[in-house]
């Protein structure tokens, strides 16, 4: 079973930067990729960024391309959402994910909010 903790969170004005972490423990050999969603309140949540476990190909949603980074520290089995260029519209909680191939599991969420 694999658990994760998110951190980072907190409130930015619009054009700031913050850096997300999700710390993953136990079975960390069996990650196939790891995600960020977001969900807004009154949305839906969606995906915002991932990379995979072996290869670190990344892919990102059209909204935060070129603003925001997601990397991986093995060392620490921590992945970072770096987001740059905050606009009022990335204001969400959000949330690690953990693909396996057998389940997905979900972290608590962390708030970030946009607003001058």
């Known amino acids: 079973q694999v658990q994760l903790v998110e951190s980072g969170g907190g409130l930015v004005q619009p054009g700031g930067s913050l850096k997300l972490s999700c710390a993953a423990s136990?079975?960390?050999?069996?990650?196939?990729?790891m995600r960020w969603y977001r969900q807004a309140q009154g949305e839906q949540r969606e995906l915002v960024a991932s990379i995979a476990a072996r290869t670190s190909t990344t892919s990102y949603a059209n909204s935060v391309k070129g603003r925001f980074t997601i990397s991986r520290e093995n060392a620490k089995n921590t992945v970072y959402l770096q987001m740059n260029s905050l606009k009022p519209e990335d204001t969400a909680v959000y949330y690690c994910?953990?693909?396996?191939?057998?389940?997905?599991?979900w972290g608590q969420g962390t708030q970030v909010t946009v607003s001058s």
């Open positions: 136990g079975s960390v050999s069996s990650i196939l990729a």
């Open positions: 994910n953990a693909l396996t191939l057998t389940a997905t599991i």
